[in-house]
């Protein structure tokens, strides 16, 4: 199959080209490395990689009508700086626009794109189904809501994925990356009074699997566990990791840009594909964490805004 991957370079999208390529897929990858990493993307068999942002249109139509996918695979997202409503807008709005235009060109079979579960707002039900309203409050989840309604609005088969938290090699986001590196050195951590759902990354592509089938579902659904887990949860887990023992630290309400709890209702993706998460969350952060003791971590990004200095 020739799958294009935007954002092949970030961790959902490297962590899928090194399990399809084994498969025999064909991939391409478009990427402009302003997150991920140019390393993880090495000149191999199977796989051709474009520099370029999905907000460039010349480009995007150039690497379609080159690659001439069957599938593609939208990951790419702005989300380094929360202020930068302008490169969100760019990449997430019009760069979702140029795709969406490019497939349609080119007869794409599926359209897979990623979204995330900020989409929802502040939720009034837990977990939050499907057809829960969509009512984002920051430049990245309104881009990226405004982005996935061009998609469906392409007239490609689409499959739009509201993501969990999904942990694996090269993660550099959130709380896990974050308490690993900052105990390691010895340096101070607190905690934001809010609960996450998250996803191991072994779930995450066994349905990817799935999804890519000509004949899979297409439609919104939620890649979840459907449970919600305290971010202190997972500062408690990385001490004990790292032997430091039960520590105190200082709990903090939620930012203004940040949500309380998030955890996703996966009950329609178990209906219509049969899945479901497999490994435990306390496996999920601990698979995590020995692969940073293998492996370590760089930079550590995050879509909410640093807290005001006291």
């Known amino acids: 199959m020739r799958i294009l991957i935007t954002g092949g370079a970030g961790c959902l999208g490297s962590n899928l080209i090194e399990h399809w390529l084994p498969q025999g897929h ?19 068999p199977g796989l051709t990689v474009r520099e370029g942002s999905v907000a460039d249109e ?8 080159a690659f001439k996918p069957e599938v593609v695979v939208h990951s790419a997202a702005a989300y380094k700086d929360p202020d930068d409503w302008v490169e969100d807008s760019r990449t997430n709005v019009m760069g979702s626009i140029n795709v969406a235009r490019a497939a349609k060109a080119n007869g794409v079979k599926r359209l897979i794109n990623f979204q995330t579960a900020l989409c929802y707002g502040r939720p009034h039900q837990l ?12 430049s990245y989840g309104i881009t990226k809501t405004a982005g996935e309604q061009f998609m469906l609005l392409s007239e490609i088969p689409t499959l739009t994925l509201r993501v969990a938290n999904v ?3 090269r993660l550099a986001i959130g709380p896990i990356p974050t308490f690993y ?26 349905f990817m699997d799935l999804a890519i089938k000509a ?9 979840a566990s459907g449970e919600a887990h305290s971010i202190k949860e997972i500062f408690d887990l990385v001490s004990d990791y790292l032997s430091l023992g039960r520590l105190d630290v200082p ?15 996966p009950s329609e993706t178990l209906r219509s594909f049969g899945w479901q998460a497999q490994v435990s969350f306390a ?12 492996f370590g971590i760089t930079d550590v990004y995050s879509h909410l805004k640093a807290p005001a200095p006291k």
Not at 58 to 65: E, Q, R
Not at 181 to 199: N, P, V, Y
Not at 215 to 223: E, L, Q, R, W
């Open 26 to 44: 064909e991939i391409f990858v478009v990427d402009n490395f302003a997150t991920g990493k140019r390393e993880v993307v090495p000149e191999v």
């Open 58 to 65: 010349g480009l995007v139509n150039n690497c379609f009508d």
């Open 127 to 138: 977990p939050i189904p499907t057809d829960h309203p969509t009512a984002p409050f920051t």
């Open 167 to 169: 942990t694996g090699p």
């Open 181 to 206: 590196k900052r105990l390691k050195a010895g340096q101070s951590c607190f905690c934001s009074d809010t609960s996450r759902d998250f996803l191991d990354m072994s779930d995450f592509l066994a």
């Open 215 to 223: 004949d899979a579902p297409v439609g919104v659904f939620n890649i």
């Open 251 to 265: 709990i903090v309400p939620p930012s203004a840009d940040d949500v309380p709890v998030v955890s996703l209702d």
């Open 283 to 294: 496996d999920t952060i601990r698979r995590q964490l020995q692969w940073y003791d293998q």
